[in-house]
């Protein structure tokens, strides 16, 4: 599909996070940390996950596929940023460049579904106490996160193939730190229109569909919560939520500045931060928000630590 391609592109160029070589050391020890804490943080949300019984629960089984949503999609990016730092030719082919975009955008749409998902759990575990364990079925579950993979996989390709079927005629240098959709479509002399158009509704149906489930799910949790007479189960439920939202907050609303702007608007040097927020800094901090608050993943987490130590 990529021989379609009229420009015969062999490579990219990427500009980078930064233009300054000064910041390039300080910047790598960064990421490198940051990108430690991630797959360090991710891979033990899924060993908890499989190995702990107390954990085979379909909250947890989201939870895992997020964390490996976030790990691949994560690694997508920041290894070749963080090559990128200690190079001066920061060169990328032009299949790796394809297969780059579609992991990336494949797991980030997964992340976007499973968030809405997430939230949907949530609301039959306050709401519907009693009826959970049947309406969260799990052959529903599994077939839940399926089609969330299944989704996202589709999306990616649809987006892949539209993007690197255009003519980048003008240059080969990406002004951005990996292949992304909007610094592609600067280096295209082609008509964008229909690609546009594309990202508009295919990446609204998706986003704002979760964003309305969400926002539908919280709504009937809030007013379960006022119900309870308790007042620490009141503020253990606004807990849950308030860091589930914080996380909601922070992807969609980086992804709905990233993508859903007249193309007149971007402001690339404003995008490469942004996107530093959710392809870098988000996967590192959903093990922690939905995680490490959780009493029973810490227990588990506890056992797991007294075990290593036994052996």
């Given at each position: ?23 390039n ?8 940390y940051?990108?430690i ?35 691949t ?24 460049c ?21 939230a ?24 839940m996160?399926?089609?969330a ?12 193939i ?11 240098t990406?002004?951005?730190f990996?292949?992304d959709?909007p610094p592609l ?7 964008i229109?229909?690609?546009l158009a ?16 969400i926002l539908?799910?919280?709504?009937n949790?809030?007013r ?8 620490q189960?009141?503020y ?13 907050s922070v992807?969609?609303?980086?992804v ?15 995008d490469?931060?942004a ?24 227990e ?12």
């Open positions: 599909m990529f021989a379609l391609n009229k420009s015969s592109m062999l490579e990219f160029i990427f500009t980078g996070l930064t233009d300054q070589s000064k910041l050391i300080p910047l790598f020890v960064i990421f490198l940051i990108y804490v991630t797959v360090v943080g991710n891979i033990g949300i899924i060993t908890l996950g499989m190995v702990d019984k107390r954990l085979h629960k379909p909250m947890y089984l989201f939870l895992c596929s997020l964390s490996f949503a976030d790990l999609y994560s690694s997508a990016v920041t290894p070749k940023m963080l090559n990128d730092f200690l190079c001066k030719a920061k060169v990328i082919s032009f299949v790796g394809a297969l780059q975009m579609y992991i990336f955008v494949s797991f980030a749409t997964i992340e976007c579904l499973l968030l809405g998902i997430m949907y759990d949530r609301y039959v575990a306050i709401c519907s106490p009693l009826q959970y364990g049947s309406l969260m079925s799990s052959i529903l579950c599994f077939r996160v399926a089609a993979y299944f989704g996202g996989f589709m999306t990616a390709l649809v987006h892949t539209g993007v690197f079927r255009l003519n980048f005629c003008r240059s080969n990406i002004d951005h990996f292949c959709i479509y600067k280096l295209s002399c082609s008509d229109t229909v690609n594309i990202l508009i509704i295919l990446g609204g149906l998706v986003t704002l569909s979760c964003l309305l489930l539908v799910s919280y709504t949790i809030i379960a919560i006022m119900t309870i007479r308790s007042a189960g009141r253990k439920a606004f807990n849950t939520c308030a860091s589930h939202m914080t996380a909601v992807f969609y609303g980086t709905l500045f990233m993508y859903f702007r007249p193309s007149t608007s971007y402001a690339l040097q404003q490469r931060v996107s530093v927020f959710y392809s870098i800094i988000i996967p590192m901090l959903n093990p922690l928000i939905y995680s490490l608050r959780n009493t029973e993943v810490k588990a987490l506890r056992s797991s630590l007294k075990y290593l130590k036994a052996l």
